[in-house]
């Protein structure tokens, strides 16, 4: 939910970083993670966090590209 109401981009892209790791740890919402992870980096092109993780699950093909 918060997510959804955080008006500052930074903070909002923080946030779906987060829950995307809470969502990584459950296989059944893997696809959930990636989806998170692709609005933060969306939201804030500058957050490495985003953009690692990003990279990482692209590398691994945990992600469709």
């Not at 809470?22 to 969306?42: L, M, N, S, T, V």
């Amino acid at each position: 939910r918060i997510c959804e109401v955080e008006d500052n981009p930074r903070r909002g892209s923080a946030f779906r970083v987060e829950l995307g790791r809470i969502f990584e740890d459950k296989p059944e919402e893997h696809e959930q993670a990636g989806e998170c992870w692709q609005d933060a980096y969306r939201l804030n092109p500058n957050n490495t966090d985003a953009a690692l993780t990003l990279m990482a699950q692209y590398t691994h093909g945990a992600l469709p590209i």
